[in-house]
C-alpha cells in the first residue's frame, strides 16, 4: 500500500551539547565556539537554516508541531505556543506532541499526516529539548518516572536499568558479549568524532567502554547516550508544492509505528522490541523496500544494547545475531552490511529528547544528497531509514526515505 | 540508610508525589501481600494469566478470577543500579539489585533483589517475600532460594 506523498523539503539542525554553557570545540586543528542558548534560540538555530534551505518565509508555513518530550526540563508549560512564536509562526495552528524519546519522530508523522489528509500543504516539525541544566540525578528521574508508577519506578527502575534487564537476558539467551556491547559505542564515537553538530566528539576504544563506571550493570557509562541539549527542524510539503519548492525532495515512501505493554514483564521475550518489529514491517511493506534495499540507517542507540536489538528487529541481521554482526563491522560504511547512525547516534550526536527523531531524518537527508562530513559520507546512498524508540518500545516510528 | 526501602507505594506513603490511589482491586492484591500470599488474575474468557493482576484482559474479557502464585521461581534477568534516580535516591543507596523472577505460568514480576552474595545469574533459583517497608507500606522483595 503506497502511502500519500509527503516530502522534506527543507532541514535545520543546531548543535547538539551542554548548550547551557558555552563550548569550546578544537578537532583536528578545526577551532569553533558555540554560545550558550536556551529553547527558545535552539528553536531559531535549527528553524530559520530549514526555511532559508527550503526557500521559502515564514509566509508558506500553513501549521507546526513541535516536539518536546518533557516540559519539565524546559520549566516551560505550553511550550508549542512558546516555540511557535519565538519563531514567527503566529496565527496558525500548532501543536506539541509527546511520545517520550519518540517525540520527534512523532512530530514528523503528526504533520505528515495533517497534509496527507490534505488540511495542509507545507508545515515545520520543530524538535527541541534543554536538558543539561538539571543535575543527573533529576534529569534521570524525569526519564525514570516513566516507568509504571506502581509496579516498576519504587523498585528503584531506572531508566537505564530497564535496557540492562535486556542486556543480562540477552547476554544469556543469545551470548551477547561485553566486547561486543562496546564494539558498539566505539562505532558510534567513530563516526561522531566527524559530525560538527555533534555532543561528544572523542574517539573511544573497546577498552575504554569495557573498563567505564557502572550505571545499571550490565550497563556501563559508555553504553549509554548522551543528556543534551539541542534542535532539529524540517519542513514537509505536499507532492505539488514540494515539486515547485524544492530541487532535492527527500520523500517519505514508508511510514510504520506500534507500540507496546507498559510493563517490561507483560512482553513475550526480552531480546528484542516487539515495537520496532512491527513499525518496521509496516514501513517496509508501505515503501515496497525491504532490509537489503537500505544503504543508510539511523536506529534508536540509547543504550549500546538498544541498537543491537535494532539491527536484529529491523532485519539488517539475523535474529540473535545483532552482537556478531557488530563485530563483523556490519554497521560500518566500508562494513558488509548497512551504515548504522553515521551521525554519531544517541551515542555520540546526542539525544535532546525532543529533537533526536527529527536530527536522524535531518542527517538522513544529508546523506541521501551527499553533504555530509566526507569522513562519515555513505558513498551513493539513496535509500534512507530512520528508527525512533520512546521508552523501551511503548512508542516506535519508522521513516523510509528516498529522493 | 542501611537496608534499601524499595517497593509499592501506598496510602500510608508521605510522599505524595509517587502515592498511588488505593484502588479496590490494588487492595485486594494487598491484603494478599498481608496473608503472605502473591495473587494474580487470569481471564476466563481466553484464560490469560497477569501478574501483576490485570482487572480486564485484552481480549476483552472483564470477568477475571483471582489465583494464587508459588512464589519460588527462577531469576530471568537482572540489573545493579549504580546511578539512582533522584527520588530513589533520597531512600536508597547505591547500588541496589532489581531483578525480573519468573513464576510458573511464564508469569514475570520485577522486584528489588536482595540478599545476593556474588553476581546474579539468570536462572538461578529465587523465592519472592513479602515486605513491611519503614514507610508502612506493603511490598515485596525477590532473593536468592
Ligand atoms: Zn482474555
Not at chain 1, 525491504?290 to 544503504?295: G, V
Not at chain 1, 539488517?316 to 540473535?320: A, I
Not at chain 1, 547512525?341 to 535532546?352: E, M, Q, Y
Given at each position: 500500500m503506497a502511502i500519500p506523498k509527503v516530502a522534506i523539503v527543507g532541514i535545520g539542525h543546531s548543535k547538539y551539547g551542554k548548550r547551557g554553557k558555552i563550548i569550546e570545540e578544537d578537532i583536528e586543528g578545526e577551532k569553533a565556539a558555540y554560545p550558550a542558548v536556551t529553547i527558545r534560540e535552539l528553536a531559531h538555530e535549527s528553524y530559520f537554516p530549514a526555511i532559508e534551505h527550503a526557500g521559502i518565509t515564514n509566509d508558506d508555513v500553513e501549521a507546526s508541531v513541535i516536539g518536546i518530550a518533557a516540559e519539565a526540563f524546559a520549566g516551560q508549560g505550553a511550550a508549542a505556543a512558546l516555540i511557535a512564536d519565538e519563531v514567527g509562526i503566529i496565527g496558525k495552528p500548532t501543536m506539541r506532541v509527546e511520545t517520550a524519546c519518540a517525540t520527534g519522530s512523532t512530530a514528523i508523522r503528526t504533520a505528515w499526516a495533517q497534509i496527507a489528509s490534505g488540511q495542509f500543504d507545507v508545515m515545520a516539525a520543530i524538535g527541541v529539548e534543554t536538558m543539561t541544566w538539571v543535575s543527573t540525578a533529576y534529569a534521570t528521574e524525569l526519564m525514570s518516572v516513566a516507568g509504571d508508577h506502581r509496579w516498576e519506578y519504587p523498585y528503584g527502575i531506572s531508566f537505564p536499568t530497564f535496557y540492562s534487564l535486556y542486556a543480562a537476558r540477552k547476554m544469556a539467551v543469545d551470548g551477547l558479549t561485553r566486547d561486543q556491547l562496546s564494539a558498539v559505542s566505539v562505532k558510534s564515537h567513530y563516526y561522531g568524532y566527524y559530525n560538527k553538530l555533534a555532543h561528544l566528539r572523542r574517539k573511544v576504544s573497546i577498552e575504554d567502554a569495557n573498563g567505564?563506571?557502572?550505571?545499571?550493570l550490565p550497563l556501563r557509562l559508555y553504553d549509554c547516550c548522551l543528556i543534551s541539549d539541542g534542535a532539529a527542524t524540517v519542513i514537509l510539503a505536499n507532492e505539488e508544492k514540494a515539486k515547485k519548492m524544492s530541487s532535492d525532495p527527500l520523500w517519505i515512501t514508508g511510514l510504520g509505528c506500534s507500540s507496546d505493554t507498559m510493563r517490561v514483564t507483560d512482553r513475550p521475550n526480552l531480546t528484542n522490541l516487539g515495537g520496532s518489529v512491527r513499525a518496521a514491517e509496516m514501513a517496509y511493506k508501505s515503501s515496497g523496500r525491504?532490509?537489503?534495499?537500505?544503504?543508510v540507517a539511523y536506529v534508536h542507540d540509547c543504550f549500546s544494547i538498544a541498537e543491537i536489538m535494532a539491527y536484529e528487529d529491523l532485519g539488517?541481521?539475523?535474529?540473535?545475531q545483532g552482537g556478531k554482526w557488530t563485530e563483523e563491522r556490519g554497521p560500518y560504511i566500508d562494513g558488509p552490511g548497512v551504515p548504522v547512525?553515521?551521525?554519531?547516534?544517541?551515542?555520540?550526536?546526542?539525544?535532546?529528547l525532543g529533537a533526536t527523531g527529527i536530527g536522524q531524518v535531518v542527517d538522513a537527508y544529508k546523506q541521501v544528497f551527499g553533504t555530509a562530513e566526507k569522513q562519515r559520507q555513505v558513498p551513493d546512498a539513496e535509500v534512507a531509514l530512520c528508527h525512533n524508540v520512546g521508552q523501551h518500545g511503548q512508542f516506535v516510528n519508522v521513516f523510509i526515505l528516498e529522493p | 540508610m542501611s537496608e534499601p526501602q524499595l517497593g509499592l507505594v501506598q496510602e500510608l506513603s508521605t510522599d505524595v508525589k509517587h502515592r498511588q490511589r488505593m484502588t479496590a482491586e490494588f487492595r485486594k492484591f494487598i491484603n494478599g501481600l498481608k496473608e503472605g500470599k502473591f495473587l494474580a488474575t487470569e481471564c476466563k474468557s481466553c484464560g490469560k494469566k497477569f501478574m501483576p493482576p490485570r482487572f480486564t484482559c485484552p481480549c476483552g474479557g472483564k470477568d477475571l478470577k483471582w489465583f494464587e502464585v508459588n512464589p519460588e521461581g527462577t531469576l530471568y534477568t537482572w540489573s545493579i543500579v549504580h546511578f539512582a534516580p533522584e527520588g530513589i535516591a533520597k531512600k536508597t543507596n547505591v547500588p541496589y539489585a532489581v531483578g525480573v523472577i519468573e513464576f510458573e505460568d511464564n508469569l514475570l514480576l520485577t522486584g528489588h533483589l536482595k540478599g545476593l552474595t556474588s553476581k546474579p545469574k539468570v536462572g538461578m533459583k529465587v523465592k519472592i517475600e513479602p515486605q513491611e517497608l519503614d514507610s508502612g507500606d506493603l511490598a515485596y522483595f525477590i532473593k536468592p532460594a
Open positions: 567505564a563506571v557502572p550505571i545499571a525491504s532490509a537489503k534495499d537500505i544503504n539488517f541481521c539475523e535474529r540473535g547512525n553515521v551521525d554519531g547516534g544517541l551515542k555520540s550526536k546526542g539525544h535532546p | -
